[in-house]
């Protein structure tokens, strides 16, 4: 996360952060406080494919699954 920082604070190029990033609260903070305009998640998508819906979920947004989708959500 310190190097996505200072590139985002010292460039005006568009930063992604990632690494060890694997929870909801972590991954709103980054975006939050300016420190990158994005964050990738690696292994914990592995682990979790939903990661995203919980998070939104989390975050009280709103999710909206395709109908196709329902049986496995």
């Known amino acids: 996360m310190p190097f996505a920082a200072r590139v985002k604070a010292e460039t005006s190029l568009p930063v ?6 694997t929870e909801t609260e972590q991954a709103e903070k980054i975006i939050a406080n300016g420190e990158a305009d994005a964050v990738l998640l690696g292994r914990e998508l592995l682990r979790n494919p939903s990661w995203a819906r919980h998070a ?18």
């Not at 992604?16 to 990033?21: K, P, S, T």
């Open 16 to 21: 992604a952060a990632v690494g060890l990033i």
């Open 56 to 73: 939104a979920r989390e975050l009280g947004g709103e999710v909206h699954v395709p109908d196709p989708y329902h049986r496995s959500v």
